[in-house]
Structure formats: structure tokens, C-alpha cells
């Protein structure tokens, strides 16, 4: 945590100087998101009496974030920085016992984990007309999982965003975005070695495809 902290304010230190010469942007993004995952049933919680997922289905959910983007006079590619808050949602069927009684009895619940991240990246601007322009990003996200009572998840995670999207620069100082993205973990999301029966060790690699709309604020450099 400490690390990523120190990264974090080097970054901030970093893009401050950097945009002393350059044109700056804030950029705020609000939008949904489906999260899927790569396993095809992963453990999500502790049940003491004994019982297992059957089967677990993306949920739609939030995403938040506010970026920083450093611009160069001279190019279409730019830095970008920021933070941000989401949730990763699915919901679950599966099959639990009562008591000392056997696993049969089915069970449905719908589970959220809220992650805050930081974001680092580049974006690249393409021009399609006097006001519109394509943009396309790649960012590395990494994310701090805010509760996990079960024990069961990593408290620190990362993954990599991509996006491509379109802008639309409705005043000189205001522009509007909306931004479609992929997103795809990098890291196990979940403690592991965690043995599920002597079996498997288990893993929780979560993807996500989303939208977000953004609002955009050009501070532009003398």
C-alpha cells in the first residue's frame, strides 16, 4: 500500500512539471459496467455448513473516475493519469446445506465488490472533423478492494483498461466524451493458494466490458 502511495504522488510530482509547457485537460467519467470472469465458477464467500457455486452471471454495476490528461502542443498523444471507484458485480446460483444436512438446498444472491483505483496511461487524439475527434487509450489499473469480510479476496489487484471512444469539443474550454472500454485483470483477484476440496487452487481473474460519459475541462497552456 505504502509503495503504491509513493507511486502514485511521484506521478502527480512528475505530470505537475510536465504541464507547466503543455495543454491540460480534467476529465470526469461516470458509466456502467458488466464484469465477467474467466473461470467458469470461482468461490465467492465462506459457507460454514458447506456449499458451492453452480453457476455466476455478470451484473451490471458502476464506474467512476476523474483524470488527469497532460497534453503535448505538438502531438496527439498524451499522458494520463487519475483515480477512480467501480464495483464488480455478478450474481450467483448455487446449492448449500441446512445444518448438518445435505448440500441440496439452492441458494441465489447477487455480489458487489467495491474497488478504488488509480489510473497511468497514454491516449491518442485522431481528428475527424473541426469538432470531433476519435480517441483511444490504454491504462493500467491498479485497485484496492475497500471490504472483504470473507477473507477471500486479494486486498490489491491490477488490470489494464482500453479504450476507444469519440469526442465532441462543444466550446473552446468544454468537450463531452463517450468512451466504450475493455477491461481485463493482470493479477489474481482472489488470496491464493485457497484449495477448494484438495482439488484446485483457486483463481479469480475478472474482465469487464463498459461505457462511461465523460465531461472534459481543456485548460489550455500560453
Partial sequence: MKKSLLVLILFLL???AFAQKKATRIIFNGGIQNTGMYEETFQSF???EGCFPTSQTPATSYDFNI???VQSKTSNLSFVYGLGINQKSYTEKGLSSI?????DNPYFLRIDKTYLG???GINYDLPIGSKTKLIAGSLLNPE???SDENEIYNPLAASIRMTFGLEYQAFDNFALQLTPYFQ???MNYA???LMLGGEKTQTYYPYSFGINLGIVLNKKSK
Avoid: H
Fill in 184 to 186: 481485463t485483470a493482470i
Fill in 191 to 193: 488470496k491464493s493458494p
Fill in 46 to 48: 465462506q459457507c460454514f
Fill in 14 to 16: 512528475m505530470s505537475q
Fill in 118 to 120: 488509480a489510473f497511468f
Fill in 99 to 103: 445444518g448438518s444436512g445435505p448440500i
Fill in 67 to 69: 483524470l488527469y490528461q
Fill in 144 to 146: 484496492f478492494l475497500v
